[in-house]
Each structure stands twice: as structure tokens, then as C-alpha cells.
């Protein structure tokens, strides 16, 4: 394992919408302080990232190109089993909030959902976190 001492904890954002990582950033930057807000727009990256340094949150799309967010929880949970991961989908089923279940994705949200509600399960989540 790696020495993260000297980072801060980083919230990573994963979404391959450039105008929704926007909106997400800004909303984590000024929920969170103390953590670094990292933005990627593939698993890959998320993934490269939690290697570096401690990660209490993923917030992550699901339908991206390469890995989607079912599989990138699958590998996460691997690697950092207490980190939480939020999944946000426009292609919402109950076939696949069964799925997000089955891998341990601790939060399932629809879009479009309320912007407040996903300030809420951050806060919720960090205030609990293990790896803060």
C-alpha cells in the first residue's frame, strides 16, 4: 500500500459529460473542505487515482466508454473496500439498481435528482467515513 501522508483525502468525480463534471465539482468544492476534488472522465483514471491517496467517495456516472460504473464499483471496492461510491444514471431500471446492489454501490441516484439530496448523502457519507 501507498504512503498517503502529506495528500488530503479526495473526493473523485467520474462522468464523461464535461458540463455535468462542472456542475459536480463546484457543488463538492463548496460541500467539502479539507478534501481534494479530483475530476476524471474514465474508470481508468478514477481507478489510477485511488492508488495514489485516500478516497472516502467516489461519485461516479455509469454509462461512460471503456469501463462503466457497475464495473468501476466492482473494482473499487477490490482495491479500497471502504470507500462509498454514489451512482447517478440516466438509464435507470430496476434491473440496474439490482446490479448496483449486488456491488456494493452505496448510493443509487436517478438523474435528473435533486442537487440537495446528493449534498445530503455526501455529507452523511463523510461524516461517517473510515478513511477520512
Given at each position: 500500500?501507498?504512503?498517503?501522508?502529506?495528500?488530503?483525502?479526495?473526493?473523485?468525480?467520474?462522468?464523461?459529460?464535461?458540463?455535468?463534471?462542472?456542475?459536480?465539482?463546484?457543488?463538492?468544492?463548496?460541500?467539502?473542505?479539507?478534501?481534494?476534488?479530483?475530476?476524471?472522465?474514465?474508470?481508468?483514471?478514477?481507478?489510477?487515482?485511488?492508488?495514489?491517496?485516500?478516497?472516502?467517495?467516489?461519485?461516479?456516472?455509469?454509462?461512460?466508454p471503456g469501463?462503466?460504473?457497475?464495473?468501476?464499483?466492482?473494482a473499487i471496492?477490490?482495491?479500497?473496500?471502504?470507500?462509498?461510491?454514489?451512482?447517478?444514471?440516466?438509464?435507470?431500471?430496476?434491473?440496474?439498481?439490482?446490479?448496483?446492489r449486488e456491488?456494493?454501490?452505496?448510493?443509487?441516484?436517478?438523474?435528473?435528482?435533486?442537487?440537495?439530496?446528493?449534498?445530503?448523502?455526501?455529507?452523511?457519507?463523510?461524516?461517517?467515513?473510515?478513511?477520512?
Amino acid at each position: 500500500m501507498s504512503d498517503f501522508s502529506g495528500r488530503n483525502p479526495a473526493i473523485i468525480l467520474v462522468e464523461d459529460e464535461p458540463d455535468i463534471l462542472i456542475i459536480l465539482h463546484r457543488l463538492m468544492r463548496d460541500l467539502t473542505g479539507g478534501y481534494d476534488i479530483i475530476t476524471v472522465n474514465s474508470g481508468a483514471d478514477a481507478l489510477a487515482q485511488i492508488a495514489l491517496r485516500r478516497v472516502p467517495l467516489v461519485i461516479t456516472d455509469y454509462n461512460m466508454p471503456g469501463m462503466n460504473g457497475l464495473q468501476l464499483a466492482a473494482a473499487i471496492k477490490e482495491t479500497s473496500p471502504d470507500t462509498s461510491i454514489v451512482m447517478i444514471t440516466a438509464y435507470a431500471t430496476p434491473e440496474l439498481e439490482r446490479r448496483a446492489r449486488e456491488q456494493r454501490i452505496d448510493y443509487y441516484l436517478p438523474k435528473p435528482f435533486p442537487l440537495d439530496r446528493l449534498e445530503q448523502i455526501v455529507r452523511d457519507t463523510l461524516s461517517k467515513s473510515s478513511i477520512s
